[in-house]
């Protein structure tokens, strides 16, 4: 086993190509995967499932992956005290469910980054990929949400995966919808009022199954439904069409603008929402303060840490 191969494992897990991890490492595919192929037969493992799609890691890689990883930590560390040599690039990557507040916390630990090199990943994406994500290592961190109705798919695939769920806080559902729509002076909104406007919700792709759904009372029918892939577009809806989404509550001025109200919906339905990691890898860093950016703001907004 040499570093250098620990390093190809590592970027190909993360590019989840190995064409790409090649060009990125300046060597020519053959090359790397006669490197990949080796250390999987010194170790008798398989470290990767390759398809007409790309590569991901095997149950086996997720765990080879971890120790990969901190024998490069420890490695650098030993330059690094030995022969004074400059910290390398920071790297950070988180998948998340369409939250203002994942993306604020997010800004805040660049702007409280002080290396002069980092690769930082934020992925707003779906359910199921957040949860793939930080199984197969691609992020250390995923914010998503549980509640009554998804709590026991949700958990039994985290399971499945060796991913733990630490809660952040809870929220009473709220109704977003613009400043100039016709419910927008109300106290509280009941689903009733809402059923003749569009409701927009976050598209899950081929795992679109109500329990990975973004938005709480997924069962429930709607007249109108819009589907959307990105917090952009359905916020445009939100005022073109006078549509309505359903979310914790939180909203940032900054990111959402201040023509959009946040009025709690009339249920009994609570949202749990936290973070997601691996159990086979330590948090690095700068994942460990994003974590610490997030309570921070959460606490900001007025909710209690969990």
Not at 22 to 39: G, N, R
Not at 218 to 233: E, F, L, N, P
Request: charged content about 25%; aromatic content about 10%.
């Amino acid at each position: 086993m040499k570093l250098n191969q620990l390093r190809y494992i590592i970027e190909v897990a993360r590019c989840c190509s190995i064409n790409e991890a090649a060009k990125k490492l300046f060597i020519t595919q053959p090359s790397l995967s006669t490197a990949i192929k080796e250390l999987e037969d010194e170790f008798k493992i398989k470290i990767f499932l390759r398809t007409a799609k790309g590569v991901s890691l095997t149950t086996e890689g997720v765990e080879f992956l971890g120790y990969a990883k901190q024998i490069l930590d420890q490695t650098e560390l030993l330059e690094q005290h030995y022969n004074s040599k400059i910290p390398s690039k920071q790297l950070c990557s988180i998948s998340t469910q369409h939250y203002a507040f994942a993306v604020n916390a997010f800004v805040n630990l660049i702007k409280k980054n002080h290396t002069d090199e980092y690769e930082f990943t934020l992925r707003e994406t779906r359910t199921h990929d957040i949860i793939t994500d930080v199984a197969t290592l691609r992020s250390e961190v995923g914010i998503l949400y549980l509640n009554d109705f998804n709590r026991k798919v949700i958990k039994r695939l985290l399971k499945e995966h060796q991913l733990t769920f630490f809660p952040l806080f809870e929220a009473s559902p709220h109704v977003f919808i613009s400043t100039q729509h016709p419910l927008s002076q109300q106290k509280m909104i009941t689903l009733e009022e809402l059923d003749n406007f569009p409701y927009l919700s976050f598209e899950q792709g081929e795992y679109n199954s109500f329990y990975f759904a973004e938005e709480i009372l997924s069962t429930v029918y709607h007249k109108k439904s819009i589907h959307v892939s990105d917090r952009a577009t359905l916020f445009n809806l939100l005022h073109g069409l006078n549509g309505y989404t359903i979310s914790t509550g939180v909203l940032s001025t900054d990111l959402n603008g201040s023509d959009i109200a946040s009025i709690p919906l009339v249920t009994d339905e609570r949202i749990l929402v936290g973070w997601i990691t691996s159990q086979k890898v330590q948090l690095s860093q700068s994942a460990q303060r994003y974590i610490e950016e997030l309570k921070i703001l959460i606490q900001e907004y007025g909710f209690k840490l969990k």
